[in-house]
């Protein structure tokens, strides 16, 4: 099993940038791909972004691409998600992903690729 906790969400202004973390604790020795994905009022739960085990692999969804950028830290089990030039349409929960996997180099994109889910946090950009 591995648990995953978010944090780093927030209020801030249109334009401006939060850097979430994911945590992760457990079963940390195997090896993970990891995901980003949020969730608005009334919307289904959207893939934000992905890195490979290895992290050498990444990806996101083109309404991010050039604003958020995805990483990891091995040696402290943490994966981040810096998003710089937030807009009032990145307002949602989000949440990190983990899949046991035995590639280095696979990203994944559906929700149901993932075998392990976080909380969630809270962001909120005002216009």
């Known amino acids: 099993q591995v648990q995953l906790v978010e944090s780093g969400g927030g209020l801030v202004q249109a334009g401006g940038s939060l850097r979430l973390s994911c945590a992760a604790s457990?079963?940390?020795?195997?090896?993970?791909?990891m995901g980003w994905f949020r969730q608005a009022p009334g919307k289904e739960r959207e893939f934000v972004s992905a890195?490979?085990?290895?992290?050498?692999?990444?990806y996101y969804t083109d309404s991010v691409k050039g604003r958020f950028t995805i990483s990891g830290d091995n040696a402290k089990n943490t994966v981040y998600l810096q998003m710089n030039s937030l807009k009032a349409d990145d307002t949602a929960v989000y949440y990190c992903?983990?899949?046991?996997?035995?590639?280095?180099?696979?990203?994944?994109?559906?929700?149901?690729?993932?075998?392990?889910w976080g909380q969630g946090t809270q962001v909120t950009v005002s216009s």
């Open positions: 992903a983990a899949r046991a996997e035995s590639s280095d180099i696979y990203v994944y994109t559906d929700r149901g690729a993932y075998d392990y």
């Open positions: 890195i490979s085990a290895s992290g050498g692999r990444t």
């Open positions: 457990g079963r940390t020795f195997s090896k993970y791909a």
